[in-house]
């Protein structure tokens, strides 16, 4: 509900907390921020560079009732066209260092994952080498689960701190951490701050000659223009592109949005796309394979509500006139 909540006083809130390492930011555009190179600008964009920083952040919102959120690459995400009326944390600096430790390997919530794997690689670490080539920062990938070509995060993960809603810190073990296919616990109101990954000694030689080979891969795979990746899970014992391809979705259009010639199962925006568009792409491709496999894809992608929370159904967003 834009415009219920007291802004001023949380902003004020913020302003006079005794917390270094927090930069505040209203209106930022948020296109800027996620791989599709789409959406609005956010209500307030709180860049937080320690952990003290995103416990005061989320305390604060949780007393004041404002809606928040943790953005990393924005890889996984759709971004309405007006903008999130909400808090949307970034974490940087202290909180997106890399460091390697024997054979484990600690980093911040916002580290690059790309920057992680190459420290594992120069220090001849193997666990992670197939996942440098995945968009995504460290908490983002444990909220995610993400993987790829037969790994996932998950496998590795040691611990992790998190910021709880309402600003308690926390660390989990991994036995505390509950995950699966492209979800953990991690993801569900909570700030990933920092983990550590345990890794195995390898020969340097070998895993970066495996890196190399699943990045090569990837890139023939997907397409180039800005995209959010995979829009849809895969179902059990099949491939969300294999149903897409089959219902006929590569080449749908909407809004500007564009589902892949070379994957069924990415929308790119080749310049100019709007959220609207994308949603309404997502849903016309799920109705599509519903309607002629009676499968109901689950959405992968985060589509965002004005309050930065994710719509579960892929169909709610179906215009009356489908895209062709
Ligand atoms: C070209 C392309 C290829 C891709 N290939 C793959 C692939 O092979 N395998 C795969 O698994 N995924 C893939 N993806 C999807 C995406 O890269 C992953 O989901 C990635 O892990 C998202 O990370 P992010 O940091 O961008 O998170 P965001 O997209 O910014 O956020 C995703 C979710 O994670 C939450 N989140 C972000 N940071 C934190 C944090 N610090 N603490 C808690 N929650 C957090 C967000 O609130 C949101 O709910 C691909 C995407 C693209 C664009």
């Not at 197939?130 to 995060?153: D, F, H, K, R, V």
Request: proline share 5%; hydrophobic share 45%.
């Amino acid at each position: 509900m834009p415009g219920f909540f007291d802004w001023s006083s949380f902003r004020a809130q913020l302003s006079d907390l005794p917390i270094d390492g927090l930069s505040v930011s209203e209106s930022e555009p948020l296109a800027a921020h996620t791989t599709l190179r789409i959406g609005g600008p956010a209500r307030l964009l709180v860049r937080c560079a320690s952990r003290e920083a995103v416990a005061a952040t989320v305390r604060v919102a949780a007393e004041a009732r404002i809606p928040w959120l943790v953005l990393g690459l924005g890889a996984n995400v759709l971004v309405p066209d007006a903008g999130l009326d909400a808090a949307v944390l970034m974490l940087v600096d202290e909180l997106a260092a890399v460091s390697v430790h024997g054979t484990r390997l600690r980093a911040g919530g916002g580290a690059q994952l790309a920057r992680v794997v190459r420290a594992a690689l120069d220090a001849g670490l193997a666990g992670i080498e197939c996942l440098g080539g995945i968009p995504s920062t460290i908490g983002g990938a444990l909220a995610m689960n993400a993987g790829a070509y037969g790994q996932e995060i998950m496998d590795v993960v040691d611990w992790a701190e998190v910021v709880e809603d309402g600003g308690g810190v926390r660390r989990l073990e991994r036995r505390e951490i509950e995950g699966g296919y492209r979800w953990s616990v991690l993801g569900v109101g909570r700030v990933v701050t920092s983990a550590e990954l345990a890794l195995k000694a390898d020969d340097p030689a070998a895993l970066k000659a495996r890196a190399r080979q699943t990045r090569e891969q990837r890139r023939g795979a997907l397409p180039p223009e800005p995209s959010a990746g995979s829009v849809f899970r895969n179902p059990a014992g099949d491939f969300a592109g294999r149903l897409l391809e089959l219902a006929g979705c590569k080449g749908l259009r909407c809004g500007g949005a564009e589902v892949s010639e070379r994957h069924a199962n990415v929308i790119v925006n080749p310049g100019g796309a709007t959220a609207a568009g994308v949603r309404e792409l997502a849903a016309a491709m799920a109705v599509r394979v519903r309607e002629r496999f009676g499968v109901r894809l689950e959405l992968e992608l985060k589509i965002l509500d004005r309050n930065g929370k994710a719509v579960a159904d892929p169909e709610a967003a179906l215009a009356r006139k489908p895209p062709v």
